[in-house]
Each structure stands twice: as C-alpha cells, then as structure tokens.
C-alpha cells in the first residue's frame, strides 16, 4: 500500500493528517521513506515474496530503542509535580483520561478498528481485517496510475503510546520495490477513536507495473512492538474492479 511515482529517486517528507477527540498529540515532524525501483521483468509472484528479506530483519533489529522503565500511567502523572510547563502538557495530553481507571496497567494497547484506501470519484475500499493478519488474495485491486491514499481508525487503551509508526514493504515476483515508513505519534487512552491519513501518492503505470504484488504491513511503536501485522497481496490493472 505505498507507491508515489514521484518518488521513485528520492525520499520525500509529508505531513500527515491526524485526528483524535482530545487526549492525543501526534509527532509534527512525519517520517517517510520511499524506496522504489523498475522491475521490468513479467514473471509469476515468486513465493519468496512472501517472507521476511533479510535487510528487512537487520532494519527492524538496528532500529530498535533501548527505553527505560516503564511506568503506569498513574505513576507519569504524579511525576515532576512542581515543573508546570510538564504539567500542563501531560494534562493536554491525557484529556479527560480517568487516571484511576487505566493507571495501574503498564503496557499500551493499540487496536487498528479499520482500514480504507480512497481515491477521489471511488468510493471507499474498505479493507477486512483478519484476525491471522493474512487477509484473501487479492485483498484489494487499483488501477493503475490513480491517486489514493489510506485511511485508518484505531483506539489506545490501558496507557500512553509513544513514537506509533505504520511501515509497508512490497515486493513484485520476489524483489522489494517500495518500503515506507510514517511516523504517527504517541497518544494517550480514551474511549473515543483516534482517525490518520497517510498522504496522497499514485500507483504506477504501464506494463511491467501491471500484475500481482505482495507486501507486509505493520503498526509498531518506539519499542518495536508490534499491534499489527498484515501479510497481503494486491493486484494492480488497467482499470478498477468492478464493485
């Protein structure tokens, strides 16, 4: 789920739109990462496509943070009392978040609600989301050189997350062609949902972008833990399907 034509010899940074009733802040600065080659070889989807590429495992493994302690949400409240500018940003954070309903638990929940690619003048496709995280294939087709971009609706519980971020990886008959990365934010738990777009971006044209794709998505945060993970295949044609 991530092509931009225009970004095929370079990275390109975009903000993205997030939306949240109170209790969330998302990062200013958004992070992506764009890396995308021709394939111009027509060949059946090889299966190795499907698999963990091994420079895919060494930027997971490089990347990861070493945290401190972690703390209930309760126990981030009371901390540094007499500093005012932190407390008035943890209340801007927090909202009308019950401290004593949520405070004692450690670890963040972050549920993905729903997934929806729009594209102007289309009506929305809305994507299933498995529990196994291996929806049908194709889960979804495009046309070729449409714009689109993909929304998605998802809620925190039991703590505040920290650095949430959505990466994508596709491949074409075993080769990476794209690999993405955006930078959410972190976000506090509340009942209501928390919405984000990712930026517009245009599929690729012609007849060697035609055809099958896999790709694998996920949804992790500053520790590298993962809420999601979807292993998909797509299907790029000359025109959409028919609904």
Same mark, same amino acid.
């Given at each position: 789920?991530?092509? *931009? /034509?225009?970004?095929?010899?370079?990275? @390109?940074?975009? !903000?993205?739109?997030?939306?949240?009733?109170?209790?969330?802040?998302? /990062?200013? =600065?958004?992070?992506?990462?764009?890396?995308?080659?021709? $394939?111009?070889?027509?060949?059946?989807?090889?299966?190795?496509?499907?698999?963990?590429?091994? /420079?895919? /495992?060494? *930027?997971?493994?490089? $990347?990861?943070?070493?945290?401190?302690?972690?703390?209930?949400?309760?126990?981030?409240?009371?901390?540094?009392? +007499? +500093?005012?500018?932190?407390?008035?940003?943890? @209340?801007?954070?927090?909202?009308?978040?019950?401290?004593?309903?949520?405070?004692?638990?450690? *670890?963040?929940?972050?549920?993905?609600? #729903?997934?929806?690619?729009? #594209?102007?003048?289309? !009506? =929305?496709?809305?994507?299933?989301?498995?529990? =196994?995280?291996?929806?049908?294939?194709?889960?979804?087709?495009?046309?070729?050189?449409?714009?689109?971009?993909?929304?998605?609706?998802?809620q925190v519980n039991n703590n505040?997350?920290?650095?949430?971020?959505?990466? $994508?990886?596709?491949?074409?008959?075993?080769?990476?062609?794209d690999s993405m990365k955006e930078?959410?934010?972190?976000?506090?738990?509340?009942?209501?949902?928390?919405?984000? @777009?990712?930026?517009?971006?245009?599929?690729?044209?012609?007849?060697?972008?035609?055809?099958?794709?896999? !790709?694998?998505?996920?949804?992790?945060? +500053? +520790? $590298?833990?993962?809420?999601? @993970?979807?292993?998909?295949?797509? =299907?790029?044609?000359?025109?959409?399907? !028919?609904?």
């Amino acid at each position: 789920m991530g092509f *931009d /034509d225009k970004n095929k010899e370079g990275k @390109e940074e975009s !903000a993205p739109v997030c939306e949240g009733k109170k209790g969330g802040i998302a /990062d200013s =600065d958004s992070e992506i990462e764009h890396e995308v080659h021709e $394939n111009k070889v027509s060949r059946q989807m090889s299966e190795s496509s499907m698999y963990t590429t091994e /420079d895919e /495992d060494e *930027d997971e493994n490089t $990347n990861k943070i070493e945290l401190g302690p972690q703390c209930t949400l309760k126990e981030q409240f009371e901390k540094d009392k +007499d +500093d005012e500018s932190l407390r008035r940003w943890k @209340e801007q954070l927090l909202g009308s978040v019950d401290i004593n309903a949520v405070g004692e638990s450690l *670890d963040p929940e972050v549920k993905i609600l #729903s997934l929806e690619i729009k #594209s102007p003048g289309r !009506a =929305d496709i809305v994507l299933p989301i498995p529990e =196994d995280g291996k929806p049908k294939s194709p889960w979804f087709v495009l046309k070729e050189g449409s714009k689109y971009h993909l929304k998605f609706t998802f809620q925190v519980n039991n703590n505040i997350v920290t650095g949430l971020k959505y990466t $994508n990886t596709v491949w074409k008959t075993g080769i990476k062609v794209d690999s993405m990365k955006e930078m959410i934010g972190a976000f506090s738990p509340q009942t209501e949902p928390y919405t984000h @777009e990712m930026p517009e971006e245009t599929t690729p044209s012609g007849i060697f972008a035609r055809g099958s794709y896999s !790709a694998r998505t996920k949804f992790l945060d +500053d +520790d $590298n833990k993962c809420y999601l @993970e979807i292993n998909y295949t797509f =299907d790029i044609k000359k025109e959409w399907q !028919a609904i």
